[in-house]
Nanobody
Framework: VQLQASGGGLAQAGGPLRLSCEAS????????????MGWFRQDPGKEREFVAA????????HYADSVKGRFTISRDNAKNTVWLQMDSLKPEDTAVYYC????????????????????WGQGTLVTVSS
């Protein structure tokens, strides 16, 4: 599966921003609903960190404590798309955000380590100004 993230840019602290990630390269046997989806982020000079994940059906979500209550992950399997709605943004949310995927028979929505997600998008930069 190939992942294309978009929607990054400059946002004001306290404001919203929504990231999108569209999947392609899917097949008859491996559809979008074959995958759990997630988001990681990386600030320069820091390690990449888990942000949020959603299971194949959209019925289960998991968030990092740092974004819980502010970010919402959702998906539409008919559109092969996952979103990350980011509200109440803080300057410390500034990072490159990566869309990730793992086959549901090979991983869990509660995976928070990079190595547990085997497909990565190219990243989209989010900058939050104070």
């Amino acid at each position: 599966v190939q992942l294309q993230a978009s929607g990054g840019g400059l946002a004001q602290a306290g404001g919203p921003l929504r990231l999108s990630c569209e999947a392609s390269g899917l097949t008859f046997s491996l559809t979008f609903s074959s995958y759990h989806m997630g988001w990681f982020r990386q600030d320069p000079g820091k390690e990449r960190e888990f942000v949020a994940a959603i299971n194949w059906s959209g019925g289960v979500t998991h968030y990092a404590d740092s974004v819980k209550g502010r970010f919402t992950i959702s998906r539409d399997n008919a559109k092969n798309t996952v979103w990350l709605q980011m509200d109440s943004l803080k300057p410390e949310d500034t990072a490159v955000y990566y869309c990730v995927a793992v086959r549901r028979d090979r991983g869990s929505v509660r995976n928070t380590r990079e190595a547990e997600w085997d497909s990565w998008g190219q990243g989209t930069l989010v900058t939050v100004s104070s």
